[in-house]
């Protein structure tokens, strides 16, 4: 395991710490001497350690900050005592201060350094260092703690956010996914769509063959949806026979284009279930697209392509209907009565 250090000090600071520091096979070393530019590097990359030398301006400031930032508290931070002026005043009574005052500001360890004209005396020197190297231990074993709890929980949130049958996105997946889809594409200026699409017809299928060959059909429409979407399309089970379908940088009407191939894929061809038994199925499908009027959770946009949904399912299934649809439809209807109206007309006159 590669621990990263960001030491929060002078190049003179690093070179005083015990060489196994600088061991390029164990740890990968940083060093920073501005605030500003620590505080960026922390939130950007955050390193497993932190070692503020105390003499540097702003260092009681970084371990205040760092005392605040909960997702942060995986830094193990050590404040090196370096101040000459605190060091030769240096009592037991006096070191047991400074040391619950760093530990309150919000260091993990407090160490005081070996001055340079005492660096001589070897044994203290030697001491010194082990008890440098023991903390850095400290902070590695935390590192590893923290890694593998990550791991844990990135496991743990994959079997969440995955519906078991299908293998699919889940519906808390959507949840999840939606707002930040919907934020970056108002971000970017980018269009997005959606596609709520439903099996017609399947409690019939549960009723006539069974739960399993309704469990095994959702299984083989999933995979060939999936198989069918473009790379930058998110599908997710929503609930039952129904799925959502999230497409980035899509209007509405490309949105309509995809909707339609895929409900001609999905009928073209019959799914097999096994040797003794074939099932021709088709689905309805309503689209929807992101509007300066949607909600950043996605709820409306989702009740939008719901309602357009049920539309199809109302007008006789195996369809797709869209406000580019209708809009459509519309416009052919206005067409042909403003024909009949003149053709009444010209009987007329």
Not at 57 to 70: E, I, P, R, Y
């Amino acid at each position: 395991m590669n621990i990263s250090i960001l030491v929060f000090g002078s190049d003179k600071f690093l070179a005083n710490l015990p060489d196994q520091i600088r061991d390029a096979t164990t740890f990968s070393v940083e060093v920073i001497a501005n605030f500003n530019q620590a505080v960026s590097r922390i939130q950007i990359t955050p390193p497993d350690i932190l070692l503020v030398q105390a003499s540097l301006n702003a260092s009681t400031k970084l371990c205040c900050w760092l005392k605040d930032q909960t997702r942060l508290l995986s830094i193990y931070c050590i404040l090196f005592e370096d101040r000459p002026e605190l060091v030769s005043r240096r009592n037991w009574e006096w070191d047991l201060e400074k040391t619950s005052t760093a530990l309150k500001q919000g260091a993990d360890a407090y160490i005081w350094q070996i001055p340079e004209e005492k660096r001589d005396h070897k044994s203290a020197f030697s001491a010194n260092n082990r008890l440098i190297l023991a903390q850095l231990t400290v902070g590695l074993r935390k590192a590893q703690k923290y890694r593998d709890l990550n791991q844990k929980n990135d496991v743990l949130s994959a079997i969440a956010l995955v519906d078991s049958l299908t293998q699919m996105n889940n519906r808390r997946a959507l949840d999840r996914d939606l707002p930040k889809q919907i934020q970056r594409a108002r971000n970017q200026n980018n269009p997005l769509s959606l596609i709520i699409l439903d099996v017609d017809f399947f409690k019939k299928v549960n009723d006539t063959y069974g739960h399993l060959v309704g469990d095994r059909l959702l299984q083989l429409v999933c995979a060939r949806l999936r198989n069918n979407l473009r790379f930058q399309d998110t599908p997710f089970r929503y609930g039952g026979e129904e799925f959502v379908i999230i497409l980035p940088d899509t209007t509405g009407e490309e949105a309509l284009l995809v909707a339609r191939r895929l409900n001609r894929i999905i009928k073209q061809d019959p799914f097999t279930i096994n040797n003794q038994l074939t099932i021709n199925v088709t689905i309805s499908l309503g689209t929807a697209s992101l509007g300066d009027e949607d909600d950043e959770n996605g709820i409306s946009i989702l009740d939008r392509a719901d309602k357009y949904l049920l539309q199809a399912k109302a007008t006789g299934r195996n369809r797709v209907i869209s406000s580019d649809y209708l809009s459509h439809i519309t416009h052919l209807q206005v067409v042909s009565s403003s024909s009949r109206e003149s053709k009444v007309k010209g009987k007329q006159l």
